[in-house]
């Protein structure tokens, strides 16, 4: 008897099987592909939220310095108007390279929550935005104190500006919690949102609040 060549006909693959190995050793490929793809698109996203906090951070000191606190702004909540005359305070330090009011060109729709569901599908009537020189995209809001606690997670104690940050401007996921984030004017200073509650900050949920969280767990996303 050939022992050699039995032993060749029982241990190879039929074509079928090996077809099925290679599928697997695709998606594992794949999923590992888009595992690192994501990483290094937080990983980004990260860096330049941070360069924006520290930016608005600072910038926000020189507009407190020229037009006081906010407390005399005579701001109203949605409203278009006070939305723009933030935006005129603000606009001086920062390069603006597109403004949008609250028309289409500086804001990506559909914008979604963390959970996947719509949170903008369109431009407000109330909002303004702009466009920074590094593609970042920025919507401002007047949002009612009520408001700001609930769903911002901040405590404030008046009606306060809300800078909604989008940190790769049109590119995807375009979803809060993964490349927006929130930030609020507490008095004086810029606080991220969720700087006294995070509830939000979770896949099941807004999002709303995970700027925040991002800082305290060291700029990393931890919750997706």
């Known amino acids: 008897m050939n022992y050699e060549r039995v032993y060749k006909k ?3 693959l039929t074509l079928s099987e090996t077809l099925f190995t290679l ?16 990483k290094i698109s937080d990983a980004k996203n990260m860096a330049a939220l ?5 930016s608005i951070s600072q910038v ?3 507009v407190i310095l020229d037009r006081s606190s906010p407390d005399y702004w005579g701001l109203d909540q949605y409203s278009q108007d006070s939305s723009a005359l933030a935006f005129s305070y603000y606009k001086p330090y920062f390069k603006v390279v597109r403004e949008c009011s609250n028309s289409t060109g500086c804001w990506q729709y559909p914008t979604k929550f963390l959970s996947g569901r719509v949170y903008l599908a369109r431009a407000q009537m109330y909002q303004y935005m702009f466009t920074l020189v ?5 919507l401002i809001n007047i949002y009612p104190r ?30 809060l919690g993964r ?37 305290n767990d060291g700029w990393k996303i931890t919750y997706y």
Not at 23 to 38: E, N, P, Q, R
Not at 134 to 138: F, L, Q, R, S
Not at 150 to 167: A, L, M, P, T
């Open 134 to 138: 590094d593609g970042m995209n920025v």
């Open 10 to 12: 029982h241990s190879g």
């Open 60 to 62: 926000t000191m020189y």
């Open 146 to 175: 009520d408001i700001v606690r609930s769903e911002f997670g901040v405590n404030v104690e008046e009606d306060s500006v809300v800078f909604i940050i989008d940190v790769n401007g049109n590119s995807y996921p375009n979803q």
């Open 23 to 38: 599928a697997i050793i695709g998606v594992i490929a794949s999923l590992t592909f888009f595992g690192l793809f994501t």
């Open 179 to 215: 490349d927006i984030f929130a930030f609020v004017l507490d008095g004086k200073e810029v606080v991220p949102s969720g700087l006294d509650n995070t509830y939000n900050c979770n896949k099941a949920a807004s999002g709303l609040t995970c700027a925040a969280r991002v800082i």
């Open 50 to 54: 941070k360069k924006f906090y520290t």
